[in-house]
């Protein structure tokens, strides 16, 4: 038990307070989105709706839902999530697991790190990286926005890092007993570093999610475009012919109010599978963060 000081509680007052005002300004556009998308017509057009609907209505969902072209770029978007969610954890893993090891054990690590952070501090460019993709035949294609994104070096170093924490005693132990170094990755290092896992995860599910530059350049088909690519051209570009929207299905509800379903649908998905890995994401980030 410690004492605590007049200017402690000071302190720690003003930080709630910090964090509260942070939370509430995550929060309160997110509110306003779903009242807007709750709302009427005539309440959204004249812009009289804060953080509860006015008119209370689910139209804009149902139009949201049964228009093609959303659901398409939904199930799009997801299977973009998954397979570049599987691969980038595949590679990163390999990657951070190799890489962990010392110039003893792996004579090459140097040369391969340097070049990894080479990659973080030098790119391309947007041009030398559409040629190259129209050059491998990926264009219009899942792949153009999968592999170019397949490997982040951020990543990769948190793993990395976390992989290094774990005592060497445990791969001596089951080497002595005639573990290869595939039962050890396996059976050793993938169920301790969960922690990292689910964090680096939870890094490339929402990348691939939110990212929809890629979409719009490497995309010819508008039915390729994933969900992100789609709500970037409807509530941006307001290019509502582009996505082969009918005019006729908006004029008993405000562009404003689809707007806003849309949008808290391309939201929610994110917001659903946060909780159940938050658990994990702390611990992730600090102990990845500890060594070089």
Same mark, same amino acid.
């Given at each position: 038990?410690?004492?605590? !000081? ?52 689910? /139209? ?44 003893? /054990? ?64 445990? /791969? /001596?132990?089951? !080497? ?10 396996? &059976? ?15 890094? !490339? ?53 689809? &707007? ?18 938050? &658990? ?13």
């Amino acid at each position: 038990m410690y004492h605590k !000081t007049t200017a402690y509680r000071w302190f720690n007052a003003v930080n709630q307070l910090f964090l509260i005002g942070i939370s509430l300004l995550c929060i309160l556009p997110l509110m306003h989105v779903l009242a807007v998308s709750f709302s009427g017509k005539a309440a959204a057009t004249a812009n009289m709706i804060t953080l509860w609907p006015v008119d209370f209505t689910v /139209e804009s969902y149902l139009k949201t839902v049964n228009n093609p072209n959303f659901i398409q770029s939904l199930f799009y978007s997801v299977y973009r999530t998954v397979l570049g969610t599987g691969i980038g954890m595949a590679v990163t893993v390999f990657a951070g697991y190799a890489l962990s090891k010392t110039y003893l /054990e792996f004579k090459s690590r140097n040369a391969y790190m340097w070049f990894f952070v080479f990659t973080m501090l030098f790119s391309g460019g947007l041009v030398p990286n559409y040629i190259l993709i129209t050059n491998l035949g990926l264009i219009n294609t899942i792949w153009a926005l999968v592999l170019p994104s397949a490997l982040s070096v951020y990543n990769m170093i948190l793993l990395m890092n976390f992989f290094r924490t774990i005592p060497a005693e445990l /791969e /001596e132990a089951a !080497t002595m007993d005639g573990a290869g170094i595939i039962r050890i990755f396996f &059976k050793i290092h993938l169920p301790i570093s969960m922690p990292a896992l689910v964090t680096i995860t939870l890094f !490339t599910l929402v990348f691939h999610w939110n990212s929809w530059f890629d979409g719009l350049i490497y995309m010819m088909d508008t039915d390729k475009y994933p969900l992100a690519t789609f709500l970037q051209t409807i509530v941006v570009q307001q290019d509502f012919s582009k996505i082969s929207i009918d005019p006729k299905d908006l004029e008993n509800l405000s562009q404003r109010t689809v &707007k806003s379903a849309q949008i808290f649908i391309g939201a929610l998905p994110i917001m659903l599978v946060y909780p159940f890995l938050q &658990k994990f994401f702390i611990k992730g980030i600090v102990v990845g963060a500890v060594k070089e």
